[in-house]
């Protein structure tokens, strides 16, 4: 089992950039990816960007990649979220998440139910 702790959510305003952090504990060998997620009320879960632990390459969401970026220590035990230009419509709770299953399509990759493993999340919100 992987265990995961976000940090750095916060309120900011329209415009205005924020860096999310993400430490894995555990059995982190067993990892084959870990993303960042995020849910908005009443909405559905949605993927903003996963890295492959395995090759360090990253997957993102295209929607989204014009503002978030994804990254990770050397030591691939923190994974970290930078957000810039924030908006109102960003306002969510963000989540890291870890798979323990190889997957094959972009689709698998940014989709919540493939992830096992989940942080308890931190909010962020957009307003002015």
């Known amino acids: 089992q992987v265990q995961l702790v976000e940090s750095g959510g916060g309120s900011v305003q329209p415009g205005g950039s924020l860096r999310l952090s993400c430490v894995a504990s555990g059995d982190i060998n067993s990892m084959h990816y870990m993303g960042w997620f995020r849910q908005a009320p009443g909405k559905e879960r949605e993927g903003i960007a996963t890295i492959s632990t395995r090759s360090g390459k990253i997957y993102p969401n295209d929607s989204l990649k014009a503002r978030f970026t994804i990254s990770q220590d050397n030591a691939k035990t923190r994974l970290y979220v930078q957000m810039n230009n924030l908006k109102p419509e960003d306002t969510a709770m963000y989540y890291c998440?870890?798979?323990?299953?190889?997957?094959?399509?972009?689709?698998?990759?940014?989709?919540?139910?493939?992830?096992?493993?989940w942080g308890q999340g931190t909010q962020v919100t957009v307003s002015s």
């Open positions: 998440a870890a798979s323990r299953s190889p997957l094959y399509s972009n689709y698998d990759r940014l989709s919540p139910p493939r992830y096992l493993d």
